[in-house]
């Protein structure tokens, strides 16, 4: 595995980075300021992009110390579709392995889902399947 890449994640990613990422992580990145009261990253999590011969391109998050997790993830996704599977990987992580419930559905026990709706993808309700914010657009939740 070749690192090719890490930067912050909310931060514009490095030249080498295909442009088809740039948007969907900060969006994603954005939208992790909004972690429920009281939750936390590890400190210093980052982008982390590298690749495999066989695999192609592998997006996660790390740390100095190494990475948290990767997915194999293809950047010539729909942007919606690209975008919400980013957010849902990151998702997957942070319920499993940080025990974070991210993002909190206003007025729900449970974290909104990510859907591949529109170009950008959208954050759901999983009860009652309302979109309730773009991704990358927490912070106008109301
Ligand atoms: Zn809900």
Redesign the pocket.
Known sequence: MRTIAVWPLDGPPPENVPAEFHAPCARVGRDLRHLPAGDRLPAGVRWELSEEGYSGFLLGLGTARGPLFTRETDPYLPPGLLTAYIAEQVQDHLTGYEFVQWPA????T?P?APAPAGTRGWWH????GRPLARIGDLAATP
Do not use: D, I, N, W
Not at 105 to 108: I, L, M, S, Y
Not at 125 to 128: A, H, L, V
């Open positions: 559905c206003p007025g729900h449970h909104m309700c999983r009860r009652s």
